[in-house]
């Protein structure tokens, strides 16, 4: 079945520096689409950012992400972290045209410090 | 904005206890869902629907039932609850399954003692 790997657990950085949370994932689907949400504490999930297109750069709220077919990856980036940016984020999976269920990763605790 | 809103959004019960998770969406979404989240793994879907009287198998069902009454409420059923669901639970809704945003709710902390 499909399958998504965040395989950092915890993340801790320096306020400033650049952030990367991986991503992978297996699926039989060529057109799969993937996302990233994000949890901070006592909120909801709520989604920051989504991709079906290959090689294609996605951007909101200071963050991107480019789906990479060829190497099943859609590795979550930002030039400069700031402390808001704490929280556990997930990568999830959508195994479109099946049933379009989501599989989500095991999530990435980001701590960022001053 | 879509809102999701859980009740209760704590609650102890003992072993063996019998509990109502509830769930309203006001977004007329046709696709409802339950995850559980626990620390290291994620979150898994435990069950959902498309519709009023819909129930469809999630991944992690066993001990659990959900019923769907409305299009917008959806109630996850624990019938004789064990320490093991003992986690936070989140509905979610969406207006199509696949490639459209999920909208959680702000969960409910379950706690089987």
């Known amino acids: 079945g499909d399958s998504v790997t965040q395989k950092e657990g915890l993340v801790t950085l320096t306020e400033g520096l650049p952030v990367m949370l991986n991503c992978t994932y297996q699926t039989i689907y060529s057109n799969a689409f993937l996302f990233w949400y994000v949890h901070y504490l006592n909120e909801s999930p709520r989604l920051l950012l989504k991709s079906s297109t290959d090689n294609k750069r996605t951007e909101h709220q200071g963050f991107h992400a480019t789906l990479h077919k060829s190497s099943s990856s859609f590795h979550l980036q930002k030039s400069s972290a700031q402390l808001s940016d704490s929280a556990l984020y997930y990568c999830a999976l959508s195994d479109l045209p099946n049933t379009g269920k989501l599989t989500f990763g095991d999530g990435t605790v980001l701590t960022v410090k001053p | 904005e879509a809102a999701v809103t859980q009740s209760p959004r704590n609650k102890v019960t003992v072993t063996g206890g019998n509990v109502t998770l509830s769930c309203r969406q006001t977004n007329s979404h046709n696709y409802m869902y339950w995850y559980r989240q626990d620390t290291g793994h994620g979150l898994r879907l435990i069950h959902y629907s498309y519709g009023a009287g819909n129930l469809q198998i999630g991944d992690v069902p066993d001990g659990y039932k959900a019923t769907r009454t409305t299009q917008e409420d959806f109630f996850l059923l624990l019938e004789l609850a064990s320490p093991s669901q003992t986690s936070l639970y989140f509905c979610?809704?969406?207006?199509?399954?696949?490639?459209?945003?999920?909208?959680f709710g702000k969960g409910t902390r379950l706690t089987v003692v």
């Open positions: 979610a809704s969406s207006e199509r399954q696949g490639n459209t945003e999920v909208f």
